[in-house]
C-alpha cells in the first residue's frame, strides 16, 4: 500500500542529489528561511476555500474562547509575536504586478503597520474552524499534516498561493460533504473564483 509514496520519496531523493538541492532557478532568491507567518497565511487561505464546510463551527467559537480565555490570549499574544518579528516581504513580491498577492501586500499590509495584526484574531479563528472541520479525518494525518505543512511552508520567504495548494488539496480531500447544498456552494464559489481570475486576465490586461 506503501509503495507510491516510497517511490515518490525515493524520486524525490534522486532529483535533489542530481540537481544539488531542492531550488529549481534562482538560488540566490530562494534561500530557505524562517518564515512562520506562511503558516498563518495558509490557514486564511484554507478557510476562505473550504468556508462551506467551516463556516458551521464559526459560531462555536465565541464559546470555546470564553471557556479557554487564557489560552486565546496567550495565542493572540504569540501570533502577534510571529507576526511583528517574522513578516518578510520578498523582493519578488513586489516585483510582479501579475501576481494577486502583489496586491494584497501593496494594498493591505503595506498601507498601514498595524494592519498585519487585525488578522491575527483571523488567524486563531480559521485555525479552530479547520482543526474541528478536520476531527473526523484520520489520526495519522492529524498528526502528520501540521509537521509536514510546516516543514514545507515556513521555509519559503515568498508568498505565493501556489504554495498552500497541495496542502490544501489534501485538507480538502480529508472532508466529506454531508450535504449536496454544500457541495454546490463550494462548487460556485471555486467557479466564480475562476472567472473572475480569467476576466482580469482576458479584460484587464497588466
Known amino acids: 500500500k506503501c509503495f507510491g509514496f516510497i517511490l515518490v520519496g525515493v524520486g524525490f ?22 518564515h512562520l507567518p506562511q503558516i498563518l497565511y495558509f490557514l486564511i487561505f484554507c478557510g476562505g476555500l473550504m468556508f462551506p464546510y467551516v463556516l458551521q463551527h464559526i459560531k462555536n467559537f465565541p464559546s470555546f474562547a470564553a471557556r479557554n480565555f487564557l489560552f486565546i490570549a496567550i495565542s493572540g499574544i504569540l501570533l502577534a509575536a510571529i507576526v511583528h518579528y517574522n513578516t518578510m516581504g520578498h523582493p519578488y513580491l513586489l516585483a510582479d504586478n501579475r501576481h494577486f498577492t502583489f496586491y494584497i501586500w501593496r494594498k493591505f499590509f503595506l498601507r498601514h503597520w498595524s494592519l498585519k ?64 447544498s454544500k457541495l454546490l456552494a463550494e462548487f460556485t464559489f471555486l467557479v466564480a473564483i475562476n472567472a473572475a481570475t480569467l476576466y482580469l486576465f482576458l479584460h484587464r490586461p497588466f
Open 117 to 180: 495584526f487585525v488578522l491575527v484574531p483571523a488567524y486563531i479563528t480559521a485555525a479552530f474552524c479547520i482543526i474541528n472541520t478536520l476531527q473526523k479525518s484520520q489520526l495519522m494525518f492529524r498528526i502528520l499534516f501540521p509537521v509536514c505543512l510546516i516543514l514545507s511552508l515556513a521555509p519559503q520567504a515568498l508568498l505565493e498561493f501556489r504554495y498552500f495548494i497541495i496542502p490544501f488539496i489534501l485538507c480538502r480531500l480529508q472532508v466529506k460533504p454531508a450535504s449536496l
Open 13 to 34: 531523493l534522486v532529483f535533489v542529489k542530481l540537481n544539488n538541492g531542492i531550488v529549481v532557478g534562482d538560488r540566490s532568491a530562494h534561500e530557505a528561511v524562517i
